[in-house]
């Protein structure tokens, strides 16, 4: 099934978030990889997704802001979830086990369930009681001495990775493929070059040694477009024209 056709098996959650411009961040993090369930617990600003920061940051994923649940609880949000995420990176001497995003997301796409990740405040991030609520404790791998990461960044960050494990998005071309060169018209760039190169005193057609076999592969190797093999027989008739 095209992944445009399948139900949004994810839920994002965030809970006591401060910062309407964080949420509006984070809809579009989730909204590039494609996902839309967004449920926030408890935030501090009652009216969080309608603020002007939130939607300036949000920049064209409004509808996800729009779609956007706010709930008391934790317990709430997860209603309909089989398997919560917690992102916590504060070492605790109890709770669920620790992963890496990428090792665990191969284990859980496969297997259909409503995963829910869920992000504590800026502030002060998860509570114990509410990663007691989580199955795993992800973590992503930063660099040792500094782990901290914007809200929106570490939403952008497991969006992604899960993405990826759901099966990812095909790339798209921007640009058109050029059409590649045949071989009349590379024979006719390397004439023309020969004849150039005679005529400012570069090659000796008495003694051309190997040259025209070295360009012969240099340009095979380039795998020149028309348009490549138009500029370079047009170097060329510039130097002829200086030449002269």
Same mark, same amino acid.
């Given at each position: 099934?095209?992944?445009?056709?399948?139900?949004?098996?994810?839920?994002?959650?965030? /809970?006591?978030?401060?910062?309407?411009?964080?949420?509006?961040?984070?809809?579009?993090?989730?909204?590039?990889?494609?996902?839309?369930?967004?449920?926030?617990?408890?935030?501090?600003?009652?009216?969080?997704?309608?603020?002007?920061?939130?939607? =300036?940051?949000?920049?064209?994923?409004?509808?996800?802001?729009?779609?956007?649940? !706010?709930?008391?609880?934790? =317990?709430?949000?997860?209603?309909? !979830?089989?398997?919560?995420?917690?992102?916590?990176?504060?070492?605790?001497?109890?709770?669920? $086990?620790?992963?890496? $995003?990428?090792?665990?997301?191969?284990?859980?796409?496969?297997?259909?369930?409503?995963?829910?990740?869920?992000?504590?405040?800026?502030?002060?991030?998860?509570?114990?009681?509410?990663?007691?609520?989580?199955?795993?404790?992800?973590? !992503?791998?930063?660099?040792?001495?500094?782990?901290?990461?914007?809200?929106?960044? =570490?939403?952008?960050?497991?969006?992604?990775?899960?993405?990826?494990?759901?099966?990812?998005?095909?790339?798209?071309?921007?640009?058109?493929?050029?059409?590649?060169?045949?071989?009349?018209?590379?024979?006719?760039?390397?004439?023309?070059?020969?004849?150039?190169? !005679?005529? /400012?005193?570069?090659?000796?057609?008495?003694? $051309?040694?190997?040259?025209?076999?070295?360009?012969?592969?240099?340009?095979?190797?380039?795998?020149?477009?028309?348009?490549?093999?138009? /500029?370079?027989?047009?170097?060329?008739?510039?130097?002829?024209?200086?030449?002269?």
């Amino acid at each position: 099934m095209p992944q445009s056709d399948r139900p949004d098996p994810t839920r994002f959650v965030l /809970i006591g978030t401060s910062h309407g411009g964080n949420v509006g961040a984070a809809a579009r993090a989730m909204k590039v990889m494609g996902f839309s369930d967004l449920v926030l617990v408890a935030p501090r600003f009652a009216d969080v997704l309608q603020q002007p920061e939130a939607l =300036a940051m949000a920049s064209g994923a409004t509808d996800v802001l729009a779609g956007a649940r !706010i709930v008391p609880t934790l =317990a709430d949000a997860l209603e309909g !979830i089989h398997h919560a995420c917690a992102t916590a990176m504060t070492p605790r001497d109890f709770g669920p $086990p620790t992963r890496a $995003p990428r090792e665990l997301f191969a284990e859980l796409a496969p297997q259909s369930q409503r995963v829910a990740f869920v992000f504590g405040s800026e502030r002060f991030g998860m509570s114990n009681e509410d990663v007691y609520r989580c199955h795993v404790c992800l973590s !992503i791998p930063t660099m040792a001495g500094y782990g901290s990461l914007n809200l929106a960044q =570490a939403v952008q960050l497991l969006a992604y990775d899960w993405r990826q494990a759901l099966g990812g998005f095909p790339v798209q071309p921007r640009t058109v493929d050029a059409h590649r060169a045949d071989d009349t018209a590379v024979q006719g760039l390397l004439d023309h070059w020969r004849r150039t190169l !005679i005529d /400012i005193d570069y090659l000796d057609p008495a003694v $051309p040694r190997k040259l025209m076999p070295r360009l012969q592969q240099l340009v095979n190797r380039a795998q020149l477009t028309d348009e490549e093999v138009h /500029i370079l027989r047009g170097v060329a008739r510039a130097v002829e024209k200086a030449r002269r």
